[in-house]
């Protein structure tokens, strides 16, 4: 799966008629002093997972989302940029402050300014990023080929962080080199609360899959340290076949959950026995507006908003009778307007037929 495939898991029973549904895998995630009310979170997305998305998905079921990742040397330089990045609401709470950078005094500064300007309760660290720009400066995935490295890291940002911390990893940095157990041991020995694993190497950026043993694997290395499963879940009954896989507590959903945000609740409706619903065109309309509304309120500047509305316009219409042409009439926008306009179109137009 590409990187930009958003979006392509919308319920079908024909993709996957019949999931295996076991009671008791989809549940409450306990967590310290916290426990989510469900063990399905929305995982982190730089340009993706702003608080309009966020708040989408936590509507939608999401016990947990993720804010886009942020520099923890931004954030400690009062970066206008990073603050906004920052933007939250207590609408939207619990949400985890996800920061990435290579120094464990910066890092620990950055987790003392988020409890003390954000209100933040929950920070996560990002050893998964496999960028270029994060690898230079040794951020990111960069950092699973050095754990001594990773350990000083957690130990300076458990001593200045007094929520819930977690890390993100990926299974390692090659083919040659996967490690995620033996981060996992370093990360839960300084004292994480839980673990979030992307079944890929950094070298595999989005290319291949998500590999369930590796996973599987990191969960068995921290029997007491609760482990999110990640990678290329877009259905329901993904989120089951993972689980039982893998013995993770809880599952992160990215690219599946854009423009899909009822991945969560249709879930949910299978956890609980009862069949998982498509929304109706009505419902689908009211969440693309709400979402843009939602959109509108982040993003006072229109060309921003603009610009930003099309990878979310586009996703929700992905699958549906006409969605190429609506995708290419997107694209081509350039007004708020149009976009806005071509927006209700296509789904309202669902709406009435
Ligand atoms: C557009 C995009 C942005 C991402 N940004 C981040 C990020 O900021 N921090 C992070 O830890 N992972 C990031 N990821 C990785 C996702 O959190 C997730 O690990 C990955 O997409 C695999 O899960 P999925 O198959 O459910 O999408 C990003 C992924 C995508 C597609």
Redesign the pocket.
């Known amino acids: 799966?590409g990187?930009?495939a958003?979006g392509s898991g919308e319920f079908s029973e024909g993709t996957q008629s019949t999931p295996r549904v076991e009671p008791g895998l989809v549940r409450p995630l306990p967590l310290g002093a916290r426990s989510l009310e469900n063990n399905l979170v929305l995982?982190?997305?730089?340009?993706?997972?702003n608080l309009a998305f966020r708040l989408i998905a936590r509507e939608a079921g999401a016990a947990l989302t993720?804010t886009?990742?942020v520099s923890a040397k931004g954030l400690v330089n009062r970066g206008a940029k990073t603050r906004r990045l920052l933007a939250s609401s207590p609408r939207e709470a619990p949400v985890a402050f996800?920061l990435?950078g290579a120094e464990p005094e910066t890092l620990a500064e950055a987790c003392r300014i988020l409890a003390a300007e954000f209100d933040a309760s929950w920070v996560?660290l990002?050893l998964?990023?496999p960028v270029k720009k994060f690898i230079r400066n040794g951020a990111?995935s960069a950092l699973l080929r050095e754990p001594e490295r990773v350990q000083a890291i957690v130990r300076a940002m458990r001593n200045a962080c007094d929520g819930t911390l977690s890390v993100?990893i990926?299974s390692g940095w090659d083919a040659g080199s996967v490690n995620a157990p033996e981060i996992a041991r370093v990360v839960a020995g300084e004292g994480a609360d839980l673990l979030?694993v992307?079944g890929?190497t950094r070298s595999q950026q989005?290319t291949g899959h998500?590999d369930r043993d590796v996973i599987r694997q990191t969960v068995e290395a921290i029997p007491g340290t609760p482990v999110l499963a990640?990678?290329?879940?877009?259905l329901p009954g993904h989120v089951f076949d993972v689980l039982r896989e893998t013995g993770a507590a809880g599952v992160?959903?990215?690219?599946?959950?854009?423009g899909n945000p009822w991945i969560f609740a249709q879930t949910l409706a299978l956890a609980r026995g009862e069949p998982p619903r498509r929304p109706s065109a009505e419902e689908r309309h009211a969440t693309v507006r709400r979402h843009v509304a939602l959109m509108e309120q982040s993003f006072p500047d229109p060309k921003l908003l603009a610009a930003n509305l099309k990878k979310y316009v586009t996703a929700y219409a992905k699958g549906l009778p006409g969605s190429a042409g609506f995708r290419r009439r997107v694209l081509d926008a350039h007004e708020l307007d149009t976009i806005l306009a071509l927006t209700d179109d296509f789904f309202g137009v669902r709406e009435a037929a």
């Open positions: 799966m990187k930009k958003f995982a982190p997305m730089a340009g993706v997972s993720f886009e990742t996800q990435f996560d990002n998964g990023c990111g993100k990926r979030s992307h890929r989005y998500s990640n990678g290329d879940v877009t992160m959903i990215g690219r599946g959950a854009m």
